[in-house]
């Protein structure tokens, strides 16, 4: 590391002291036995419930019959709905910590009904020193460079001294709701001449960008690693990612209520970060999600709207942190035909295995017998392509397959893009 980079990073760990605090104690429970890291997710469980029981409204009534004498059974514990998080917002937060730096935030909309909840200092800054610690998974060291690619426009807020903080930082983020081959040209320039050695952002933007370095032939500085997020990783995203950037693709799974739930190893297994998060799937494979250190707002058993399953046994890696499963979907992007049959996501996604020229695509039900596929295309599709699609949906599903070709998909409020809507 240059001293200029020594020196602006310790410029940073001046104005973000509570995040390099945080770090290494993260980073000594990766050293914990499994046993041991099991014990410690329950002692953060039992003493945030036994907090959240006697200063929440809302935890105050829901566990009111709670008995611990013997110790606290997460399984026994309420379940946290989305319909009770918007109705009982402020109840559910600690009024006592209503103080320095407490603020409403809010979910992207994705599934068309955004939530909000309070947040403060002390959690971005918890959030910050996890990223941290996943940065390092790939080697990345504190002070080097970080390019974000990122597509919620309220997250890229402009406010004085912003260019000084993010040079500090060795971070740099471009807004990437919208974009076109001059935008793309851009980044790929900043690439190269910023010399970044992480690469994080929506899957699917960087998947755009991956396409156009390999359209251009276009030769990049070295890479750590790229970090995947706010999106479902399909295989030919990641495929395209690796090749175009000669790095592993680092998939990353947490959400603006409760960030950091879990991260992809070099083994390709998703863990879960059980330092932080206790992370359930019931009997319908829903996720139930456990922040163990959020006292400004309490996350208990919140069902987040993801499903998956927990993945038994150790992975290579050697890391104690336990390994999920995730289905390819959140509940809201479920089809169902005609007969009542759920169709998840990722058979919509094969669907077009094979098929060239689709830069990007949205299968959208209108109609609970109806389909409209919309493609942004290099070259018009082939209609013996079109008409073997149509006829699969049809034969396989009882739908009416219509194809759209666009010139582009709009993004949701979120910035994410959905590669399936349900009606």
Same mark, same amino acid.
């Given at each position: 590391?240059?001293g200029?980079?020594r020196?602006k990073?310790?410029?940073?760990?001046?104005?973000?002291p509570?995040?390099?605090?945080?770090?290494?104690?993260?980073l000594?429970?990766?050293r914990?036995s499994?046993?041991q890291?099991?014990?410690?997710?329950?002692?953060?469980?039992?003493?945030?419930?036994?907090?959240?029981?006697?200063?929440?409204?809302?935890?105050?009534? /829901?566990?009111a019959?709670l008995?611990?004498?013997?110790?606290?059974e997460?399984e026994?514990?309420?379940?946290?709905?989305?319909?009770?998080?918007? /109705?009982r917002r402020?109840?559910?937060?600690?009024a006592a910590?209503?103080?320095?730096?407490?603020r409403?935030?809010h979910t992207?909309?994705?599934t068309?009904?955004?939530?909000?909840?309070?947040i403060d200092?002390?959690?971005?800054?918890?959030m910050?020193?996890?990223?941290?610690?996943?940065y390092?998974?790939?080697?990345w060291?504190?002070?080097?460079?970080?390019?974000?690619f990122w597509?919620a426009?309220q997250?890229l807020?402009?406010?004085?001294?912003?260019r000084?903080r993010?040079f500090?930082?060795?971070e740099?983020t471009?807004g990437?709701?919208?974009?076109?081959?001059?935008?793309?040209d851009?980044?790929?320039?900043?690439?190269r001449?910023?010399?970044?050695?992480?690469?994080?952002?929506?899957a699917?933007v960087?998947?755009?960008?991956?396409?156009h370095v390999?359209?251009r032939?276009?030769?990049?500085p070295?890479?750590?690693g790229v970090?995947?997020?706010?999106e479902?990783?399909h295989d030919?995203?990641?495929?395209?990612?690796?090749?175009?950037?000669?790095?592993?693709?680092?998939?990353?799974y947490g959400?603006?209520?409760?960030?950091?739930?879990a991260?992809?190893?070099?083994h390709?297994?998703?863990?879960?970060?059980?330092?932080?998060?206790w992370?359930e799937?019931d009997?319908?494979?829903?996720?139930?999600?456990?922040s163990?250190?959020?006292?400004?707002m309490?996350?208990?058993?919140?069902?987040?709207?993801?499903s998956?399953?927990?993945?038994?046994?150790a992975?290579?890696?050697g890391?104690?942190?336990?390994m999920?499963?995730?289905e390819l979907?959140?509940?809201?992007?479920?089809l169902?035909?005609?007969?009542?049959?759920?169709?998840?996501?990722?058979w919509?996604?094969?669907l077009?295995?094979?098929?060239?020229?689709?830069?990007?695509f949205?299968?959208?039900?209108?109609?609970?017998?109806a389909?409209?596929?919309?493609?942004?295309l290099?070259?018009?599709?082939?209609e013996?392509?079109?008409?073997r699609?149509?006829?699969?949906?049809a034969?396989?599903?009882?739908?009416h397959?219509r194809?759209?070709p666009?010139?582009?998909?709009?993004?949701? /409020?979120?910035?994410k893009?959905?590669?399936?809507?349900?009606s």
């Amino acid at each position: 590391m240059s001293g200029a980079a020594r020196i602006k990073l310790w410029l940073h760990r001046r104005r973000r002291p509570a995040r390099y605090a945080w770090l290494p104690q993260l980073l000594a429970t990766e050293r914990l036995s499994a046993e041991q890291l099991m014990a410690l997710r329950q002692r953060r469980l039992e003493r945030l419930v036994r907090f959240a029981r006697a200063e929440s409204a809302y935890y105050r009534e /829901a566990l009111a019959a709670l008995d611990d004498g013997d110790g606290i059974e997460i399984e026994r514990l309420p379940v946290l709905e989305k319909a009770t998080l918007r /109705a009982r917002r402020d109840e559910i937060r600690v009024a006592a910590r209503a103080g320095v730096g407490a603020r409403l935030a809010h979910t992207g909309g994705s599934t068309g009904k955004p939530l909000s909840f309070w947040i403060d200092d002390d959690k971005i800054e918890r959030m910050r020193a996890g990223m941290m610690r996943g940065y390092r998974w790939c080697g990345w060291e504190p002070g080097e460079k970080i390019l974000n690619f990122w597509g919620a426009q309220q997250d890229l807020k402009r406010g004085p001294g912003r260019r000084w903080r993010d040079f500090i930082a060795a971070e740099r983020t471009v807004g990437a709701w919208e974009f076109g081959a001059r935008e793309l040209d851009a980044w790929v320039a900043l690439i190269r001449s910023w010399r970044p050695v992480v690469l994080q952002g929506y899957a699917s933007v960087l998947a755009e960008v991956a396409r156009h370095v390999r359209r251009r032939g276009l030769r990049l500085p070295p890479l750590k690693g790229v970090y995947s997020t706010a999106e479902v990783l399909h295989d030919a995203q990641r495929e395209v990612i690796e090749s175009a950037f000669g790095c592993q693709v680092f998939n990353q799974y947490g959400s603006r209520e409760v960030p950091n739930i879990a991260l992809e190893c070099r083994h390709h297994n998703l863990h879960v970060f059980s330092d932080l998060v206790w992370l359930e799937s019931d009997p319908a494979r829903r996720f139930l999600v456990t922040s163990l250190s959020d006292y400004q707002m309490p996350f208990i058993r919140y069902a987040n709207g993801d499903s998956g399953r927990l993945k038994p046994g150790a992975c290579p890696c050697g890391s104690p942190f336990p390994m999920i499963e995730m289905e390819l979907c959140r509940a809201n992007d479920i089809l169902i035909t005609p007969g009542g049959r759920r169709v998840y996501p990722s058979w919509f996604v094969h669907l077009l295995d094979g098929v060239a020229g689709v830069r990007q695509f949205q299968f959208h039900q209108q109609a609970a017998d109806a389909i409209c596929l919309r493609l942004v295309l290099d070259a018009p599709l082939d209609e013996a392509v079109a008409r073997r699609l149509r006829q699969r949906v049809a034969a396989e599903l009882g739908q009416h397959l219509r194809i759209e070709p666009v010139e582009r998909i709009p993004r949701g /409020a979120s910035g994410k893009h959905r590669f399936v809507i349900a009606s």
